[in-house]
């Protein structure tokens, strides 16, 4: 036995010697150059170990640069020289990150997190002083967070400082994330915590203007905005009190969405919207085209609501009755096929609009008596009531595969503390208006959800287009829903149901949170996790991004997964990477191996029926609904893109949002997928964080290289 038993990091702080360590990170340089060795990286370790006993004779605690120095001799010396090579190379790239950190962040990264990681926190989520300068690292906004999350423990007579330190583990250790909102605002004064707010719009002008008081009281703390304009009479209506007539709901829609551009949500992100109308309201033809033009509505996504009704219509080439909200009476019917295949061309034209099925919404409505579902928020996952607002929080998948092996128990330990968390948030809220606050106490819904699932797909080496890519969704869903549904349960036996449960579905029995599972876009989020989209495939396996310095220097970006392969199967290159870069995709790649190319398929590479399955699988076991968008290739047709409608429809979907590469003229993705089209880069066009282009998903634009996302949750 050694007597070297500690080693100095370069934070000052000791820790136990671990020779182990040493092995690894000699393999790790030893595999980038074709080894496979691990016992000749032991030996090596070991002679690096007799060196510091030799030399420190356990008097003095070596400091890791000291170690790492050591290490590069033995290497030298033992005539390795490929591999001293690459660790010093490797060294000499961590010392770069390190410095890049520091500069960024004024101080070590504590947590040792990724690049892109540390450039949204300090973008987005670390507190600054007066003077704009950080004053928290990442690990003091998760204690900042899990501090005062945990707090809200003492109403119940809980154990503070223990819950505190179980939030504080999931989050640094990046298993679980809340929405950018609670990660911004807890413990600051803001202390607006919630992602998502859906606002009445009533049928008069007092009502229609406190919409756009309230939503930009939302906006500025932080949170996005789901509307319906189905109320609102049709234009040319009468107006009883002037004896005039009404502009309609889609010029109201235009004062909505000029308030929300002079917004800017708590400093750190701008507001955004979902408009809603219902199928059957006179202006429907009006709201279909709305967004027709380029640039119009920026500030919403638009989804019309359809009926089971419209839909039985649409399948027996029907029409369909108009109805005037004001007087409910009968105005006029229309052929539905035709409607549909209006929706169905817009779509196709700009993705827009998307579509969500109102009566299934109401269908899984916990609290019918309480209200009717009219919208969700900006992205679609959250039906809400009106006056009602959601929680969000989502899980990383990536942490629980261990062995090729899907770590349940484990799992389900995080799915009970991330429930917990989450019902607390509510209790620490500092809710916008007494309305909401009133709403969302009285329901106490919460939407639990996860990232990484492409990458999960990645470790357990299945296809995201393959039935067994299915399976496993809705495996994994499901025992997220049922695992939260019992924590639900025991904290409303330790706290009481939700006030509203006796006019539920839940009349009777135990539940502490009317819904409890969610999928939201994790584009931030997913970011500071390393993780992939939520539910969404990967969006390339290599691709360029611009130094975020600026420049034309270009960073050449490779996912992790794919890397590892390809050097472990030695057909790693610079420019393998480069070629593949070019397009993000694999599949026209001839030095790839088919075995590889099968299960590293990024979304253009996908048919978009996988993408609705996928969907589906997930809705099944998800109380309230999925954000995702189903990806078409710019050669996609309007059928292909009724044929996607129909079956979201016929699987169970809430709705469906796609988007055809190339279909809009400031293209929001950055990656050359055809050779037909070439479009013009605009400053809304690029990403206001690192200047690459943005992304389209989920009805957001988020970039894949840094995280930003203008509606991201």
């Known amino acids: 036995m050694g007597t070297l038993k500690q080693i100095q990091k370069r934070d000052g702080s000791i820790v136990n010697f671990d020779q182990i360590k040493i092995a690894e990170a000699i393999f790790k340089a030893a595999k980038s150059v074709g080894g496979h060795d691990f016992e000749k990286a032991k030996y090596v370790a070991s002679l690096v170990s007799q060196g510091l006993e030799n030399k420190f004779n356990g008097h003095t605690i070596p400091k890791v640069e000291q170690i790492q120095d050591l290490v590069e001799n033995v290497l030298i010396e033992g005539g390795y020289a490929s591999t001293a090579k690459a660790y010093i190379l490797y060294r000499e790239n961590r010392k770069k990150l390190r410095d890049e950190k520091l500069k960024i962040l004024g101080r070590e990264d504590d947590l040792k997190l990724p690049m892109n990681s540390i450039k949204v926190l300090a973008e987005r989520y670390l507190k600054r002083n007066h003077d704009g300068k950080l004053v928290e690292t990442p690990k003091d906004m998760f204690r900042r967070v899990a501090e005062n999350i945990a707090s809200a423990d003492a109403l119940y007579n809980g154990n503070v400082e223990e819950t505190s330190k179980k939030f504080f583990d999931i989050m640094t250790s990046l298993i679980f994330l809340p929405n950018s909102p609670t990660l ?75 308030a929300t551009e002079t917004i800017k949500q708590g400093g750190k992100r701008r507001g955004a919207n979902m408009g809603i109308l219902r199928i059957d309201h006179p202006d429907i033809i009006e709201f279909i085209n709305c967004k027709e033009k380029e640039g119009a509505f920026n500030n919403f996504n638009i989804s019309v609501g359809l009926t089971e ?115 607390n948030v509510i209790d620490k809220n500092n809710f916008p208006l007494p309305e909401i606050e009133n709403m969302t106490k009285g329901n106490r819904k919460i939407g639990l959800g996860i990232m990484g699932f492409a990458d999960m797909l990645l470790q357990l080496n299945i ?112 420019e393998l990477m480069e070629e593949i870069a070019k397009t993000g995709s694999v599949q026209h790649v001839d030095a790839v191996p088919q075995d590889v190319k099968k299960i590293f398929v990024v979304s253009h590479d996908i048919d978009p029926i996988w993408h609705i399955k996928i969907q589906a699988a997930f809705q099944r076991n998800i109380e309230n609904a999925v954000s995702k968008t189903v990806n078409f290739t710019h050669d996609a047709t309007t059928k292909d893109v009724e044929k996607a409608f129909l079956l979201a429809y016929q699987l169970g979907c809430k709705g469906i949002t796609i988007y055809r590469d190339g279909s809009r003229e400031a293209q929001v993705i950055n990656l050359d997928t055809t050779k037909h089209h070439k479009k013009k880069e605009t400053e809304e066009n690029l990403c206001p964080q690192c200047k690459t282009k943005l992304y389209h998903s989920e009805g957001c634009s988020t970039c894949p290289s840094c995280g930003f996302s203008k509606c991201s949750v």
């Open 184 to 258: 911004m605002n807890a413990g600051n004064e803001l202390q607006q915590l919630a992602g998502c707010f859906v606002l009445p719009v009533g049928d008069s002008i007092s009502e229609i203007f406190d919409g756009v008081k309230h939503a930009a009281i939302i906006h500025k703390s932080g949170g996005g905005t789901g509307f319906a304009f189905s109320r609102l009479r049709p234009k040319n209506d009468v107006v009883m009190s002037t004896k005039g007539v009404s502009s309609g709901p889609i010029s109201f829609m235009k004062v909505y969405n000029v």
């Open 309 to 423: 009704k419209f839909m039985q219509a649409v399948e027996n080439d029907e029409e369909y009755e108009l109805y005037n909200p004001r007087t409910k009476i009968h105005e006029g019917s229309l052929l539905a096929r035709d409607v549909f295949n209006l929706i169905v061309t817009n779509a196709w034209k700009n993705g827009e609009p998307g579509i969500v099925f109102l009566d299934r919404m109401n269908r899984d409505n916990p609290t019918p008596e309480i209200g009717e579902i009219e919208s969700t928020n900006p992205c679609g996952e959250q039906p809400l009531l009106p006056y009602e607002s959601c929680n969000l929080g989502s899980i990383n998948l990536v942490k629980f595969v261990k062995n090729g092996n899907i770590d349940y128990d484990e799992l389900r330990k995080v799915v009970h503390i991330s429930v917990h968390f989450l019902d």
């Open 463 to 574: 296809g995201y287009n393959t039935e067994q890519a299915v399976e496993t969704a809705e495996k994994i869903m499901g025992f997220i829903q049922q695992e939260s549904k019992l924590k639900s349960i025991a904290l409303a036996v330790e706290r009481g149901n939700f006030p509203n449960i006796e006019r539920s579905i839940y009349n009777g029995q135990n539940m502490r949170n009317a819904t409890r599972t969610t999928i939201a876009p994790t584009g931030s989020i997913g970011m500071i996790a390393d993780a992939s989209n939520g539910i969404e495939p990967l969006f390339a396996i290599s691709f360029v991004k611009q130094n975020i310095l600026g420049g034309d220097h270009k960073l050449l970006y490779i996912n992790h997964f794919f890397e590892k392969i390809a050097k472990e199967r030695g057909f790693y290159s610079e």
